[in-house]
């Protein structure tokens, strides 16, 4: 629980104590769904510190952290890439058959068979809509390639560039 010095200091960073509590509950409890437009950046969402403020950070810190349990967060930050590996890998085969022959979880076929499933399926079928193209008829041709560049690439629906937390990720 914060005190009403701790109001104080942060109160004068711009966050009242009581967001800063309504914070901590969702930890403990869980957090609501959010649809995120946006990434965070400086000045939107991001608060930069000066150095003489991150020198303060640091010393309550120092002077606090023995007396509280520390949590790490880890953000989910930087570009998606790694999580499409397979569908780049087929993207770039000269041997698509060879890659749909694999069935396994992580494979390309797996994500065309599956693709409703997908959060970003309905979004991924609209943009192709207003292409002149079909989602489903294209998920059934031998070569799919399209619906995964469609996907990925910047002039698609740009998963591969976009970071993680952008992405629609539940459905």
Request: charged fraction near 25%; hydrophobic fraction near 40%.
């Amino acid at each position: 629980m914060l005190t009403p010095r701790d109001n104080e200091q942060i109160h004068a960073k711009g966050i009242p104590l009581n967001t800063i509590e309504k914070q901590l509950l969702h930890f403990r409890e869980g957090f609501p769904f959010i649809r995120l437009v946006r990434p965070a950046t400086s000045g939107d969402g991001i608060i930069s510190c000066t150095p003489e403020e991150k020198l303060s950070c640091i010393n309550w810190f120092d002077t606090y952290s023995g007396k509280d349990k520390i949590v790490k967060f880890v953000p989910a930050s930087g570009a998606a890439s790694r999580m499409f590996k397979h569908l780049f890998e087929f993207l770039d085969s000269s041997d698509k058959d060879i890659l749909m022959k694999d069935k396994s979880f992580n494979s390309v076929f797996y994500f065309l068979t599956h693709i409703e499933e997908f959060a970003f399926y309905d979004d991924l079928k609209v943009f192709l809509s207003q292409k002149g193209f079909d989602l489903n008829d294209l998920v059934e041709k031998p070569d799919a390639a399209p619906v995964i560049a469609c996907l990925l690439n910047e002039d698609g629906l740009n998963y591969a560039g976009l970071p993680k937390a952008l992405l629609l990720f539940h459905n």
